[in-house]
């Protein structure tokens, strides 16, 4: 009833810049807050962060400072902006609606 639509990866240079967003469509609850995960070429799963409905924020300890999550409530949107992208940021990034929807997961290459 609720689906998760992600977009903005690609390929950016390391020290370079990208913006994900994930939009949700369908039977939404109020006080929704956003997840975001990665998984590396190693298929290992990390935290980025979390967004609340009041608009507080909380990011894993490797984006700290360089990334930046905010949301759009009128367009049912939350944004991950990313900067100073390092090489070991290459992932598919997950967002994640109120613990329980997931977005399909897109790509980031950081690469020279």
């Known amino acids: 009833q609720v689906h998760i639509v992600e977009s903005g990866g690609g390929l950016v240079q390391p020290g370079g810049s990208l913006r994900l967003s994930c939009a949700a469509y369908?039977?939404?609850?109020?006080?929704?807050?956003w997840h975001w995960y990665r998984q590396g070429p190693g298929n290992q799963r990390e935290r980025v962060g979390l967004?609340?409905?009041?608009?507080?924020?909380d990011y894993g300890d490797s984006v700290k400072g360089r990334f930046t999550l905010s949301r759009d409530d009128a367009q049912n949107t939350v944004y991950l902006q990313m900067n100073s992208l390092k090489l070991e940021d290459t992932a598919v990034y997950f967002c994640?609606?109120?613990?329980?929807?997931w977005g399909q997961g897109i790509r980031v290459t950081v690469s020279s």
């Open positions: 994640i609606l109120n613990e329980a929807y």
């Open positions: 369908g039977s939404l609850s109020d006080g929704r807050v």
């Open positions: 967004i609340t409905p009041e608009g507080n924020t």
